[in-house]
């Protein structure tokens, strides 16, 4: 079994292509993925979630929200690492829940 990735066009956005950090990440070619790997998937239901008090939103509308995702883009980079993750089921389907840090 092969894994195909999808055909990546240069519309859209970040309009930069991959290419932009490529020698900087990759030494060479990649490793194969290991289908053969077992992963163990628990209810959603034996973890408990707390709340906390709702955040606001920092942009007035959607277009200002890109607006300031582009700038931390440009800033900052492609996100590359999370805190945590946390694969569960729910009604048979997979759910991952990813913990990204935030400076």
């Given at each position: ?29 990649a ?5 053969e ?6 209810p ?26 582009r ?5 900052m ?20 829940f ?6």
């Amino acid at each position: 079994m092969s894994i195909v990735p999808p055909t990546r066009s240069n519309t859209g956005w970040p309009r930069r292509g991959s290419e932009q950090f490529a020698s900087k990440y990759v030494s060479g070619p990649a490793k194969p993925l290991t289908l053969e790997r077992t992963i163990n998937l628990y209810p959603l239901t034996n973890y408990t979630f707390g709340t906390k008090e709702p955040l606001y939103e920092k942009d007035s509308s959607v277009a200002a929200r890109f607006q300031r995702m582009r700038e931390e883009f440009d800033k900052m980079g492609m996100r590359r690492t999370v805190e945590g993750v946390l694969i569960v089921h729910e009604h048979r389907l997979p759910h991952v829940f990813s913990r990204f840090g935030f400076d």
